[in-house]
C-alpha cells in the first residue's frame, strides 16, 4: 500500500514494528498530503497512546486539526426554480438518452429519473427536470412532445446554492479540469477517466494521486 500510493518513507532505529496493515490502510485512504502541516491555528486535537514501551520515543499518536472557514460557513445563494414532473409507466427506456440531451439543449437545470410504484401496481419512473423561471413552459412542452406522458406538474420552488467556477488544474500527469464549489476542488469524472486510462490506473488511484492538486496552497489556508 505505501508503495503503490506513493507514501513517503522515514526510517528510524527502533527495531520494531511502527506502521501495521491496518495502519497504512487507514493512512492512505485519509490523507491528502504528506510533509510539514499547513496548519495556522489549532482547533482540535486528538491524541492515542500505545501500549508498548518504545526506547527513543513516546509512543503516542498525536493529531492537530484546523477547520477550515469555508467548511463552516460556505457562502451560499438563493434563486427561484421550476421542477417538472411527469410519471410515466409504459414509455421505451431507450427513448430517455434523447430526451436528456433535447432537455439539456433547451436549457434544463437538471434531469433526473425516480423510480416510483403507479397504479394496478405496475413498476414505472418519475421524470424530474429542474428549470430556470422562464424556461418552464417550453421544457414542458418538450416532455409532452418526446414523452409517453399526458401531462407535466409544474411547482415554482425556492433552492440555495453554493457559487461554483471552473478551472484548468495542472498536474505532473497533464491538466485536468475541476469544478470548485464552497472551497471544494472535485475533477471532471471525463478528464480523470481519461489520465487513469493513460496512465493504466485504476479510477480510485487516479483520483488519490490528483487530490493533493486539489487542496489549497499554504498561502490560500492561511488567508
Known amino acids: 500500500m505505501l508503495r503503490r500510493f506513493q507514501v513517503p518513507l522515514h526510517f528510524v532505529a527502533i527495531n520494531q514494528e511502527l506502521v501495521?496493515?491496518?495502519?497504512?490502510?487507514?493512512l492512505v485512504c485519509l490523507a491528502q498530503r504528506y510533509g510539514p502541516?499547513?496548519?495556522?491555528?489549532?482547533d482540535r486535537i486528538g491524541t492515542g497512546l500505545g501500549h508498548r514501551n518504545l526506547p527513543e520515543q513516546a509512543n503516542i499518536l498525536r493529531i492537530l486539526a484546523q477547520d477550515h472557514p469555508d467548511t463552516l460557513s460556505p457562502t451560499w445563494h438563493q434563486d427561484r426554480i421550476w421542477v417538472l414532473t411527469a410519471q410515466l409507466d409504459d414509455m421505451n427506456p431507450e427513448w430517455f438518452s434523447p430526451l436528456w440531451e433535447?432537455?439539456?439543449?433547451a436549457?434544463?437545470?437538471?434531469?433526473?429519473l425516480l423510480p416510483i410504484t403507479m397504479?394496478?401496481?405496475?413498476?414505472?419512473?418519475?421524470?424530474e427536470v429542474i428549470a430556470p423561471v422562464g424556461l418552464e413552459i417550453s421544457l414542458a412542452q418538450l416532455i409532452l412532445t418526446h414523452t409517453t406522458t399526458l401531462g407535466v406538474r409544474l411547482g415554482e420552488s425556492q433552492r440555495l446554492v453554493l457559487p461554483r467556477s471552473q478551472r484548468t488544474l495542472s498536474t505532473p500527469w497533464g491538466e485536468v479540469r475541476v469544478k470548485e464549489a464552497g472551497g471544494i476542488l472535485k475533477v471532471e469524472?471525463?478528464?480523470?477517466?481519461?489520465?487513469?486510462?493513460?496512465?493504466?490506473?485504476?479510477?480510485?488511484?487516479?483520483?488519490?494521486?490528483?487530490r493533493p492538486f486539489c487542496l489549497p496552497s499554504?498561502?490560500?489556508e492561511s488567508h
Open 37 to 42: 502541516p499547513t496548519l495556522t491555528k489549532i
Open 189 to 210: 469524472h471525463e478528464d480523470l477517466a481519461q489520465l487513469a486510462k493513460k496512465e493504466g490506473w485504476s479510477l480510485p488511484q487516479a483520483q488519490h494521486r490528483i
Open 20 to 26: 501495521t496493515p491496518t495502519g497504512a490502510a487507514i
Open 218 to 220: 499554504p498561502n490560500e
Open 107 to 112: 436549457g434544463a437545470l437538471d434531469v433526473g
Open 102 to 105: 433535447l432537455l439539456f439543449a
Open 119 to 127: 397504479k394496478k401496481g405496475r413498476p414505472g419512473v418519475q421524470l
